[in-house]
């Protein structure tokens, strides 16, 4: 699947979707969080336009509506989403590391975990 470009808002809704593995477009709209809860219509409006870049798909119907079920993992979308924040840097991580250490956004935890990753990166996916 070609990198497809969600908004803030469609990302929640896939949210819903990764949570839930299958939802209709009343249990999305339910589960959305926030001040100010959008309307069925503007999640049915959404839900249909992920359905266009084949982000979700219909699964089945039930009575008179339709359960969708999330085509693209979180992982994928996760992965857009941080090209694209890089991408604002220039390509470049450390001005993204310096903020995440600077908020204290970055542990110890996710340091260990970025080594690993990073060895395992350079062994070309082999453990050692």
Do not use: C
Request: no cysteine; hydrophobic share 40%; glycine share 8%.
């Amino acid at each position: 699947m070609a990198a497809v470009r969600l908004t803030k808002f469609e990302m929640e809704i896939m949210e819903a979707l990764w949570a839930k593995g299958e939802a209709s477009i009343r249990e999305i709209q339910e589960s959305l969080q926030g001040r100010k809860r959008p309307g069925y219509t503007t999640v049915q409006k959404m839900v249909y336009r992920l359905e266009e870049k084949k982000v979700l798909r219909r699964v089945r119907k039930v009575g008179n509506f339709h359960l969708f079920a999330a085509t693209l993992t979180r992982k994928s979308a996760q992965r857009r989403w941080v090209n694209d924040l890089l991408a604002i840097f220039g390509g470049e991580s450390r001005p993204v590391m310096a903020h995440l250490i600077g908020a204290g956004k970055l542990t110890l935890e996710d340091i260990e975990f970025a080594e690993q990753a990073l060895k395992k990166a350079n062994l070309g996916g082999k453990e050692e």
